[in-house]
Structures are given as C-alpha cells and as structure tokens.
T-cell receptor
Framework: DTGVSQDPRHKITKRGQNVTFRCDPI?????LYWYRQTLGQGPEFLTY????????KSRLLSDRFSAERPKGSFSTLEIQRTEQGDSAMYLC?????????????FGQGTRLTVV | GQQLNQSPQSMFIQEGEDVSMNCTSS?????WLWYKQDPGEGPVLLIA?????ELTSNGRLTAQFGITRKDSFLNISASIPSDVGIYFC?????????FGAGTRLTVKP
C-alpha cells in the first residue's frame, strides 16, 4: 500500500486522558500536514512539516496539542488532557512539494470521540 | 475558520444530470485543488489546477482556475449514483492549504 496511512482509525477516550495518533506519509513525500474536521465542515489546518521541521502551527493547535516528525518520515499528533470539544476526525496528508506541484494526498483519518 | 466560500452547500440531482459547484475567496491562491470525501473516509484528490485560466478534465469532471486566481469551479457531467459525496475545494499558497466547507451531492437514481 503506497498511500497515506493513519492509525488508529477510531479512538474513544475518556475526558482528561492523553491520546496519540500516527501518520505514515507516502514514502518520498517531504511535506506532511495535520488537519481536523468536524461534522459538516471542511478540514481545518492544524500544522505542517517540511521534512522533520515543523514550519507552521495554527491557532487551533492549543498547548495541549503537540506534533512531531522526528526523522522526517512518520508523524505523531498527541492531545493531552482531552476535552469533549476535541472530538473530531483528524486527517493527515502528505505531498511532494516541487515548484508549483503541491498535490496533497490524505489518509483515511482517525476519528476521535471523547466521552 | 474557513477562508473559502463554497457553493452550493448541497445539491439534489437526478442521475444523468450535469452538476456545477464553485469556490470563491478574498485571497489569491497559486493552486486550486478539488477533493471528494465519502463518509468516514479521508478526502480523495480529484483535480489540481496550477495556472490562472487553466481548464483541466479528469473523466467526467472538469475544473477551472479562475482568471483572478480567487475562484474555481468544478463540473460533473452525466452524474451517476457513485458521484454521491461531499466535494471540497482547497486553495494553496506557499505553505498553506485551506478548504471550503464542502458541497454535499446527492444523486437520485
């Protein structure tokens, strides 16, 4: 499978617990994005990496959220002290940024439910 | 929040009909992308547009990058039931990709 892979697909957690999601991008892609999507809305940008460097973070990314891409390959998104408002689909996308070519491909997402 | 205005929000059409949806922005984008998302899945890239005025087709899908670089439209010809889903536009600048709120398409057989 050469697509973007996300794990787990679903996560149910109790409020206050920490959760971590993983994203494995397409292997040669140097850019990796995290988005959050709530019902009836389009994906909202959270953060992105160019190789291992985290170059931009949205204001949506509170201090309870942290993302890493330590070796420039897979990435993790951790949410600490989860709140009910964190319930959403978390999407990862990757792209090979070359000039204007910025086609980004998404994984299937991790659906988080905080109870 | 969303920076792209996508319309219509939803469409109910008969199988075989053509569909048109569009996306506008107050900002200029260098790239426009159109995605389709099925329930519980991630968005799937349909078409990418890189030049103002560019018209690109992918099977029954045709999309155009507006001359002002602030808008794009997507047409689907001769719709079929599997076209059902939510269609998102996305504008890309430098390091940033922003999405519209989506157009939900329902196709009646």
């Amino acid at each position: 499978d050469t697509g973007v892979s996300q794990d787990p697909r679903h996560k149910i957690t109790k409020r206050g617990q920490n959760v971590t999601f993983r994203c494995d991008p397409i292997s040669e892609h140097n850019r990796l994005y995290w988005y959050r999507q709530t019902l009836g809305q389009g994906p909202e940008f959270l953060t992105y990496f160019q190789n291992e460097a985290q170059l931009e973070k949205s204001r949506l990314l509170s201090d309870r959220f942290s993302a890493e891409r330590p070796k420039g390959s897979f990435s993790t998104l951790e949410i600490q002290r989860t709140e009910q408002g964190d319930s959403a689909m978390y999407l990862c996308a990757s792209s090979l940024a070359q000039g204007w070519n910025t086609e980004a491909f998404f994984g299937q997402g991790t659906r988080l439910t905080v109870v | 929040g969303q920076q792209l205005n996508q319309s219509p929000q939803s469409m109910f059409i008969q199988e075989g009909e053509d569909v048109s949806m569009n996306c506008t922005s107050s900002s200029i984008f260098n790239t426009w992308l159109w995605y389709k998302q099925d329930p519980g899945e991630g968005p799937v890239l349909l078409i990418a547009l890189y030049k103002a005025g560019e018209l690109t087709s992918n099977g029954r899908l045709t999309a155009q990058f507006g001359i002002t670089r602030k808008d794009s439209f997507l047409n689907i010809s001769a719709s079929i039931p599997s076209d059902v889903g939510i269609y998102f536009c996305a504008g890309y600048n430098n390091n940033d990709m922003r999405f519209g709120a989506g157009t939900r398409l329902t196709v009646k057989p």
